[in-house]
């Protein structure tokens, strides 16, 4: 079993930048493939961004590649979002979500129903 935490989401003009913090309880943090998704208002959930067991390999969504940085540290049990230059566009609930599967399509790590466990969200609002 995992717990998930988000924090780290607030209110940030647009330029601005946030980081985001998914701290997971349980010893086996270092054996889940992480991974933030967003949901804006009347939308669907939508993936944002994932890193492997190690570290060693990111995936993104397009429209946040050279802006946003995802992150682990696996002596913290935290994975991190770190998000540059938002936009209006970028408002949203960031969860984030641990899978113990490897998977390296965007088919397979896009879809949120292989995700085993989830967090509650964070908000983030940015304003123009």
């Known amino acids: 079993q995992v717990q998930l935490v988000e924090s780290g989401g607030g209110l940030v003009q647009a330029g601005g930048s946030l980081r985001l913090s998914c701290a997971a309880s349980?010893?086996?943090?270092?054996?889940?493939?992480m991974a933030w998704f967003r949901q804006a208002p009347g939308k669907e959930r939508e993936f944002v961004a994932r890193?492997?067991?190690?570290?060693?390999?990111?995936y993104y969504l397009d429209s946040v590649k050279g802006r946003f940085t995802i992150s682990r540290d696996n002596v913290k049990n935290t994975v991190y979002l770190q998000m540059n230059s938002l936009n209006v566009e970028d408002t949203a609930v960031y969860s984030c979500a641990a899978d113990r599967l490897d998977c390296s399509t965007y088919g397979c790590y896009s879809s949120e129903v292989r995700y085993d466990y989830w967090g509650q969200g964070t908000q983030v609002t940015v304003s123009s």
């Open positions: 890193i492997t067991w190690s570290g060693g390999t990111t």
């Open positions: 349980g010893r086996t943090f270092s054996r889940y493939a």
